[in-house]
C-alpha cells in the first residue's frame, strides 16, 4: 500500500466506535461491490437493492460510476491510469461509508482485478462482497441504453471496456448474477438474500 504524499499527519482516534454505530442502526456495514461490462445490469441491480433494503428500514447509499465522475473523479478520463485512481479513490470512499455501519452498494465496471482486489485488501474480512454482474457481451451490445458500445465500434470512443480495452471477470467473486437468465428483480433479491444470511441485516 503506497504511503501518502503528505508529512506531519496523524491518524485521529474517534470516540464514536464502528461497533458502537452499527448497534445504533441495527446492521453490519459492508461494501457491496458489482462488478460487469457497461449495460450489464450494475446500477439497475444495485437500485433495486438499495430500494428493497431502504423499505425493510436498512440504511444503504448507492455509489454510481457515472454520479461519481460528475463530482468526486471529474478530473479523471478512461486511460489505464485513470481507470486505476478512480477505482481507487471509490474504494477509500467505500471503506469509510463501511466503517460508518453503512450498507453501501458501488456501481462500477471496473475492469482490472488487481484493483478490485486492492479494495478488498484495504477493508476488513467479510467487508467487501464482490458481485459479478455476468452479462455475455452481445447482450450487453444489445441493450447499449446509452449508445456507446455503437459509438465505440465507430471508433468514436477510445479504450471502451469489452471493445477495445480489456475487462478481467472476477476469479472467486461472493456472487455471481447472470442478468441475461434472471431479471433484475430476481438478481436484487439473490443479493438481499446473500446479505440477510451473512448477518448483514442483523434486526431481520
Same mark, same amino acid.
Given at each position: 500500500?503506497?504511503?501518502? $504524499? #503528505?508529512?506531519?499527519? +496523524?491518524? /485521529?482516534?474517534?470516540?464514536? !466506535?464502528?461497533?458502537? *454505530?452499527?448497534?445504533?442502526?441495527?446492521?453490519?456495514?459492508?461494501?457491496?461491490?458489482?462488478?460487469?461490462?457497461?449495460?450489464?445490469? $450494475? #446500477?439497475?441491480?444495485? +437500485?433495486? /437493492?438499495?430500494?428493497?433494503? !431502504?423499505?425493510?428500514? *436498512?440504511?444503504?447509499?448507492?455509489?454510481?460510476?457515472?454520479?461519481?465522475?460528475?463530482?468526486?473523479?471529474?478530473?479523471?478520463?478512461?486511460?489505464?491510469?485513470?481507470?486505476?485512481?478512480?477505482?481507487?479513490?471509490?474504494?477509500?470512499?467505500?471503506?469509510?461509508?463501511?466503517?460508518?455501519?453503512?450498507?453501501?452498494?458501488?456501481?462500477?465496471?471496473?475492469?482490472?482485478?488487481?484493483?478490485?482486489?486492492?479494495?478488498?485488501?484495504?477493508?476488513?474480512?467479510?467487508?467487501?462482497?464482490?458481485?459479478?454482474?455476468?452479462?455475455?457481451?452481445?447482450?450487453?451490445?444489445?441493450?447499449?441504453?446509452?449508445?456507446?458500445?455503437?459509438?465505440?465500434?465507430?471508433?468514436?470512443?477510445?479504450?471502451?471496456?469489452?471493445?477495445?480495452?480489456?475487462?478481467?471477470?472476477?476469479?472467486?467473486?461472493?456472487?455471481?448474477?447472470?442478468?441475461?437468465?434472471?431479471?433484475?428483480?430476481?438478481?436484487?433479491?439473490?443479493?438481499?438474500?446473500?446479505?440477510?444470511?451473512?448477518?448483514?441485516?442483523?434486526?431481520?
Amino acid at each position: 500500500m503506497s504511503q501518502p $504524499k #503528505s508529512e506531519n499527519i +496523524t491518524r /485521529v482516534q474517534l470516540q464514536v !466506535t464502528r461497533a458502537d *454505530r452499527e448497534s445504533a442502526l441495527g446492521q453490519r456495514g459492508v461494501t457491496v461491490w458489482f462488478t460487469g461490462l457497461s449495460a450489464s445490469g $450494475k #446500477s439497475t441491480v444495485a +437500485t433495486l /437493492v438499495d430500494q428493497i433494503l !431502504t423499505a425493510r428500514g *436498512r440504511h444503504c447509499y448507492v455509489l454510481d460510476g457515472d454520479n461519481i465522475r460528475f463530482g468526486l473523479n471529474r478530473d479523471l478520463g478512461f486511460s489505464p491510469e485513470d481507470r486505476n485512481e478512480n477505482i481507487r479513490r471509490i474504494g477509500e470512499v467505500a471503506k469509510l461509508f463501511t466503517q460508518s455501519g453503512i450498507i453501501n452498494l458501488t456501481a462500477f465496471i471496473s475492469p482490472y482485478r488487481i484493483d478490485r482486489d486492492r479494495n478488498r485488501d484495504i477493508q476488513e474480512p467479510r467487508d467487501f462482497v464482490e458481485v459479478f454482474v455476468d452479462c455475455p457481451l452481445e447482450v450487453c451490445e444489445q441493450r447499449d441504453p446509452k449508445g456507446l458500445y455503437a459509438k465505440a465500434r465507430a471508433g468514436l470512443i477510445p479504450e471502451f471496456t469489452g471493445i477495445s480495452a480489456p475487462y478481467e471477470p472476477p476469479l472467486k467473486p461472493e456472487l455471481a448474477l447472470r442478468t441475461d437468465l434472471d431479471t433484475e428483480e430476481e438478481s436484487a433479491q439473490r443479493v438481499v438474500d446473500y446479505l440477510a444470511a451473512g448477518g448483514y441485516l442483523a434486526r431481520e
